[in-house]
């Protein structure tokens, strides 16, 4: 279980890293369509970085979903070798998904995009927002996702474990 959680928060700090270097490697359409539409309105004619940087972004943002399947599969044939029980393998795969979450809502989310004005450097034009100040801006999103967890787990603990001799 160690394994899983500091696996989940590496690949959750690479995400962050990411996510941070965006502004300067996407166009602002595709970084702002993630933040409210105030925001999103003010800055979507900013301009575009030049096509170099954006393929450096698309390469960057290739090799991070690699690594991330990458660990997904780690995972999996963890359970798969260590003959995990349905409980323990849901336990794991939840573990993996809710740290990952976490740190999306508490770091990329109320820190990087609501706190810090990370974003109002790239986009001045966005300064004046509202949506800056809604900390609420994607709620339903996030927990539409947290509940559906459990279930993702769940299905995918089943199939992990569906052949195990363990009760």
């Given at each position: 279980?160690?394994?899983?959680?500091?696996?989940?928060?590496?690949?959750?700090?690479?995400?962050?890293?990411?996510?941070?270097?965006?502004?300067?490697?996407?166009?602002?359409?595709?970084?702002?369509?993630?933040?409210?539409?105030?925001?999103?309105?003010?800055?979507?004619?900013?301009p575009a970085p030049s096509r170099k940087r954006?393929?450096?972004?698309?390469?960057?943002?290739?090799?991070?979903?690699?690594?991330?399947?990458?660990?997904?599969?780690?995972?999996?044939?963890?359970?798969?070798?260590?003959?995990?029980?349905?409980?323990?393998?849901?336990?794991?795969?939840?573990?993996?998904?809710?740290?990952?979450?976490?740190?999306?809502?508490?770091?990329?989310?109320?820190?990087?995009?609501?706190?810090?004005?990370?974003?109002?450097?790239?986009?001045?034009?966005?300064?004046?927002?509202?949506?800056?100040?809604?900390?609420?801006?994607?709620?339903?999103q996030q927990i539409s996702r947290l509940m559906?967890?459990?279930?993702?787990?769940?299905?995918?603990?089943?199939?992990?474990?569906?052949?195990?001799?363990?009760?």
């Amino acid at each position: 279980m160690k394994q899983t959680v500091k696996r989940s928060l590496t690949v959750s700090v690479l995400m962050g890293l990411l996510v941070m270097i965006l502004p300067y490697l996407a166009p602002p359409k595709l970084v702002l369509r993630l933040l409210p539409k105030d925001i999103y309105e003010a800055g979507k004619a900013h301009p575009a970085p030049s096509r170099k940087r954006q393929l450096l972004g698309h390469i960057l943002t290739l090799i991070y979903f690699a690594y991330f399947i990458y660990i997904m599969k780690k995972n999996t044939d963890e359970i798969r070798q260590e003959n995990l029980t349905f409980a323990e393998a849901f336990k794991r795969l939840a573990a993996f998904l809710y740290v990952e979450k976490l740190f999306d809502i508490i770091v990329l989310d109320q820190f990087l995009c609501m706190s810090s004005g990370w974003y109002q450097r790239f986009y001045p034009e966005t300064k004046d927002c509202a949506g800056w100040h809604n900390r609420g801006w994607n709620n339903k999103q996030q927990i539409s996702r947290l509940m559906l967890y459990p279930i993702a787990c769940a299905v995918q603990a089943y199939l992990l474990t569906k052949g195990n001799d363990k009760a």
